[in-house]
């Protein structure tokens, strides 16, 4: 069974500029988060679709948005991109949600110069 | 405010040792529990489930054990080998997909 797919592994972006980030989840799982991971901040929740629908969003400015498709493959979106937004984003699905193991992908290291 | 840290930052052993890694969480009312390990330049792996009715759960090597009430966890890795060698994470969720995520154990294993 194919694991958590992440395209691009790296992007390298300016200032002012917007990314799309996107993540295939595995067959037949429904919920996919994202995360953003840096050396600072370590991990944090960006947000979580379920079934097309958002559930759950963090403490991220409306800069970062996403959206599931029906097939639950899911984009990211961040747009006029600032020095900070460098991270690796990570990506994870799961059976239903919560409770559920969470399964990540390798992720998409993003630098904005 | 909820929060997860981890005990030691960083872990440096000879081969064979058995270890214990340590995390704690602010609020007790945690539905789940969730090891991972995370190599370099990777994603992460989970290692271990813990519901917030179990105690513990067992995987190979690896053990992990929940005390609630004090807001705590506990991964011991037995017989420990190079292999093992990665950063350490654990996190919580409060009834939602949302996990919080602790600053993570880097363990080194050498020969």
């Known amino acids: 069974k194919a694991g958590v797919t992440q395209t691009p592994r790296y992007l390298i972006k300016t200032r002012g500029q917007q990314v799309t980030l996107s993540c295939s989840p595995i067959?037949?799982?429904?919920?996919v988060s994202w995360y953003q991971q840096t050396p600072g901040q370590g991990l944090q929740f960006l947000f979580e679709?379920?079934?097309?629908?958002?559930?759950n969003k963090g403490n991220f400015p409306g800069r970062f948005s996403g959206r599931q498709f029906s097939n639950s493959r899911s984009e990211m979106n961040v747009s006029t991109l600032e020095l900070g937004d460098s991270a690796l984003y990570l990506c994870?699905?799961?059976?239903?949600?919560?409770?559920?193991?969470?399964?990540f992908g390798n992720g998409t290291r993003l630098t904005v110069t | 405010k909820q929060e997860v840290t981890q005990i030691p930052a960083a872990l440096s052993v000879p081969e064979g040792e058995n270890l214990v890694l340590n995390c704690s969480f602010t609020?007790?009312?945690?539905?789940?529990l969730q090891w991972f390990r995370q190599d370099p330049g990777k994603g992460l792996t989970s290692l271990l489930l813990?519901?917030?009715?179990?105690r513990e759960q067992t995987s190979g090597r690896l053990n992990a054990s929940l005390d609630k009430s004090s807001g705590r966890s506990t991964l011991y890795i037995a017989a420990s080998q190079p292999g093992d060698s990665a950063t350490y994470l654990c996190?919580?969720?409060?009834?939602?997909?949302?996990?919080?995520f602790g600053t993570g154990t880097r363990l080194q294993v050498f020969p």
């Open positions: 813990i519901q917030s009715s179990q």
């Open positions: 996190a919580v969720s409060y009834n939602t997909d949302k996990l919080i």
């Open positions: 609020d007790s009312a945690i539905y789940n």
């Open positions: 994870a699905s799961s059976l239903a949600g919560y409770n559920s193991p969470l399964h």
């Open positions: 067959s037949g799982h429904r919920s």
């Open positions: 679709y379920f079934s097309e629908t958002q559930r």
